[in-house]
């Protein structure tokens, strides 16, 4: 049951990873946090339920659909709403990221006969079962586990290899410099944008087959959030690892301490991290000069 338990914590922290992972994308590129994060998952679920129920599509065609388009989103939410309040103090553009949220949810909730009902997302593997060594591996753990890791090492890829990951890391550095060395630096936060859409679009398709799609499905951000703080809010396997952190302490405390631990003990965890080492795991001291 012990490791039970863990597989389970794992598949969950990969999907807190996965929406942390779009909080670091976009503090990195911007020193915004973007509350919501959350939402952006809730609309990729929707998006891939759209894609299946109304263009028939099958799920993996649905999900690239879905992908894609939250990424266009993404980069249409940076250009339109955040980019014109840039510059102005970082409390207006929290409260906006806020109001992102809460319009996304409005949103999907007046779509008549979607909006207020919870959907089945039927993949191909929901409902498979494996027996190793005794320990019984359900479809939907197992598929969050391979598509976290497989789209961590193309993350890594891109970061590593690319022009534009080279330029996104330079950007977040140090945008003044990175402009003055001709890097298009308006372009590429659009891009993170888009990039952090697309992520939680990921994480919204590998959730929804567990917990279904619905429009309060979102608020798992604010279990992603923790995430990210204790991976540090400026790493990026910082964000993975604060999630896996944060999954297998709920996990664990569901299954061993009394019912209502489950809920409290992640943020307990951050309390901790804080008075600690509030640069988080892997986050390091930044000085600025003001």
């Given at each position: 049951?012990?490791?039970?338990?863990?597989?389970?914590?794992?598949?969950?922290?990969?999907?807190?990873?996965?929406?942390?992972?779009?909080f670091v994308l976009i503090y990195k590129a911007t020193e915004t946090v973007n509350f919501a994060q959350g939402e952006?998952?809730?609309?990729?679920?929707?998006?891939?339920?759209?894609?299946?129920?109304?263009?028939?599509?099958?799920?993996?065609?649905?999900?690239?659909?879905?992908?894609?388009?939250?990424?266009?989103?993404?980069?249409?939410?940076?250009?339109?709403?955040?980019?014109?309040?840039?510059?102005?103090?970082?409390?207006?553009?929290?409260?906006?990221?806020?109001?992102?949220?809460?319009?996304?949810?409005?949103?999907?909730?007046?779509?008549?006969?979607?909006?207020?009902?919870?959907?089945?997302?039927?993949?191909?593997?929901?409902?498979?079962?494996?027996?190793?060594?005794?320990?019984?591996?359900?479809?939907?753990?197992?598929?969050?586990?391979?598509?976290?890791?497989?789209l961590c090492s193309a993350l890594w890829l891109l970061f590593r290899f690319t022009r534009m990951g080279v330029a996104?890391?330079?950007?977040?550095?140090?945008?003044?410099?990175?402009?003055?060395?001709?890097?298009?630096?308006?372009?590429?936060?659009?891009?993170?944008?888009?990039?952090?859409?697309?992520?939680?679009?990921?994480?919204?398709?590998?959730?929804?087959?567990?917990?279904?799609?619905?429009?309060?499905?979102?608020?798992?951000?604010?279990?992603?959030?923790?995430?990210?703080?204790?991976?540090?809010?400026?790493?990026?396997?910082?964000?993975?690892?604060?999630?896996?952190?944060?999954?297998?302490?709920?996990?664990?405390?569901?299954?061993?301490?009394?019912?209502?631990?489950?809920?409290?003990?992640?943020?307990?965890?951050?309390?901790?991290?804080?008075?600690?080492?509030?640069?988080?795991?892997?986050?390091?001291?930044?000085?600025?000069?003001?």
């Amino acid at each position: 049951m012990l490791l039970q338990t863990i597989v389970a914590g794992l598949a969950q922290g990969c999907v807190y990873g996965l929406i942390a992972l779009g909080f670091v994308l976009i503090y990195k590129a911007t020193e915004t946090v973007n509350f919501a994060q959350g939402e952006l998952m809730m609309l990729g679920a929707f998006a891939g339920f759209a894609g299946m129920s109304v263009l028939h599509l099958p799920f993996w065609g649905a999900a690239v659909l879905a992908v894609l388009a939250m990424g266009v989103f993404g980069v249409l939410v940076e250009r339109l709403v955040i980019r014109p309040v840039l510059g102005q103090p970082a409390f207006s553009i929290v409260m906006l990221t806020f109001g992102i949220g809460y319009v996304a949810r409005g949103a999907i909730t007046m779509l008549p006969g979607v909006g207020t009902d919870t959907h089945a997302l039927a993949a191909p593997y929901k409902g498979a079962a494996f027996n190793a060594a005794g320990l019984a591996l359900v479809g939907e753990q197992l598929a969050v586990i391979a598509a976290t890791a497989l789209l961590c090492s193309a993350l890594w890829l891109l970061f590593r290899f690319t022009r534009m990951g080279v330029a996104m890391q330079a950007s977040s550095q140090n945008q003044l410099a990175a402009y003055y060395m001709g890097i298009p630096v308006q372009r590429l936060n659009g891009l993170v944008w888009g990039l952090a859409a697309a992520v939680a679009a990921v994480a919204g398709l590998l959730l929804a087959p567990i917990t279904f799609v619905h429009v309060n499905m979102g608020f798992i951000g604010l279990k992603a959030f923790p995430a990210a703080i204790v991976g540090g809010f400026g790493s990026l396997p910082g964000a993975i690892v604060g999630g896996l952190v944060i999954g297998l302490v709920e996990s664990l405390s569901g299954f061993y301490l009394p019912e209502g631990f489950k809920d409290v003990m992640p943020y307990a965890v951050v309390l901790l991290m804080l008075a600690v080492k509030p640069t988080g795991l892997f986050g390091g001291n930044v000085r600025k000069k003001v």
